[in-house]
């Protein structure tokens, strides 16, 4: 009797010990054996390109993406290519492909079985026509401490959200391949050490409107247990029926019929990005109002479907606790993308912009961003154009999702960031005080706050390091962001208040992160030019400039 409890005890153990075990760089999760790596500069574990859904080739182009098929093992110690890059800016370089339905994970060097660490799964931006995981400002090795990171590839451009009711294209396929994605974290994430019920769904610009339009879906809870929208959030979608004008256009510039999708599917893709070029607006960036339209070549955008996407996001909200922030000078990056110099921006450069994208109430727009309004600035013309984008694509339908949020009882938190980064984070912005300066915190500039990324930049390769106090405040937002994970809360109340109509408080990241008003009040004036462009834009002859 005693031998039997001692072997019982021993197998007790052993059961124990493998269950455990640290998941390591080798995971049997997908119906397969995964194989990681280690990552370079860190102690987490790296798992590379693990395909979630089938190639999107031949048949499956412009269709709903399909689960991966099994397999015996999948080798994840490489980054796998990202999916086909359109338009000129934000391109991630190196290795792209059609065949690009894969994500990254990063984990703990200690995880185990048992560890139900939080999930934090990161949607890329690039107007949904470019970037891709394999950018290294979206290395999770640096956070991938007490959380598991996850990153997403889905497809770009009008392979992402062509819609084309005559040849039966529904559009929306770069949606459906972030949903596959969750439900297949929400189905394996457990084999790596990770919580399927402490999923935050995270991303920035488009990635950031992608996260909150599924933040709304009726599945979300299902899927997430929370959201951040960095620099994106509550803007209307143009709905299947408004860009039947624009994507008939667009396939007959690629030589299609639009009702033949057989042509379309045999598209050169190369070809299509250089018609997408030739065709686009030829205007100095796009405020993407409902006039100017999403998919003209230069971004494209999820549609209200009935389907995959009910009713407008910003009317429904989000269904599960959220973060909606942006940047102070969110504007400044597009223009100087331009590759304009700044005191070349006249007021004939702010005609035409404002008139392009406000039309009928591009007066209105003037008088409120007068060019002498921002006369103290060094380049006036340069700084009113980048606050008009800044308030009126990013701040402004930021304050609407955070009203839809709080009118559903639903807890959000808001954030201004407004540090100026003491060094480049992109490999196009040089290494240059004053030309930092003058962008300020512009779009992108929070992305390698929030992974980490304080040495070594412009990643990879880089020579300039984050001071301390920015290295302070990237472990602050690290936190935050494991913090609303796990717990639904960004953190303890009088450090980050919960935003509400009346307080309207929040988080401002200026030297220090500290609880302070945010002021939405040009949000009034904005509104109301919104409300127009979107009565307008509801009409069925389409507005042209």
Known sequence: MLELYIILRILVYAIGIRCAAAVGTVVKAAGCTIYGTRCEHSTSNAFLGIPYARPPLGDL??????????????????????????????IEPGPQSENCLFLNIFTPHNATLESSLPVKAWIHGGGNSADGITNPLYNGCATADDAIVVTI???????????????????????QDQLLALQWIQDNIAAFGG??????????????YDAFTISTLPQAPSLFSAVISESGSGQDLPTFSQVQYHN???????????ADVVCLRRLN???????????????????????????????????????????????????????FGTNGNEGAIFFWLL????????????????????GPWASSVKAQYSISRFGAKEYPTFAAMSAILTDFYFKCPTYRALKGAVDKNVPVFSYLFNNTPSCSWLPAIPQDRQLLDTLGATHTSDIPFVFAITENLPPPHGNCSFTQRERGISNFLVKAWTSMASRQSPGTDSVWPAWDRVDSMGLVIDNVPDAGYLDYNVCYFWDVVSLNITELSQTDIPYES
């Open 61 to 90: 182009r412009f269709a709903s993406p399909q689960p991966a098929h099994d397999t015996n093992f999948i080798d994840a110690t490489k980054q796998k290519p990202n999916c086909l890059q359109f338009g000129l800016a934000f």
């Open 339 to 358: 590759d304009s110099p700044f005191a070349g921006f006249n007021e004939t450069m702010y005609d035409t912009f404002i008139d392009y994208n406000f």
């Open 153 to 175: 590839n889905y497809r770009l451009g009008p392979l992402g959200y062509l819609a084309l009711e005559q040849a039966g294209l529904e559009g929306n396929y770069g949606i």
């Open 248 to 258: 008939n256009r667009i396939a007959r510039a690629f030589g299609c019929d639009p």
């Open 195 to 208: 919580d399927p019920t402490k999923v935050l769904l995270f991303g920035e610009s488009a990635g950031a």
């Open 269 to 323: 893709t190369t070809a299509m990005n250089d018609t997408l070029l030739e065709n686009g607006p030829k205007v100095l960036t796009v405020a993407v109002s409902l006039l100017t339209n999403e998919n003209t070549g230069i971004s494209w955008s999820p549609v209200v479907d009935g389907k995959t996407i009910p009713d407008q996001p910003r009317k429904v909200g989000t269904k599960v606790p959220a973060i």
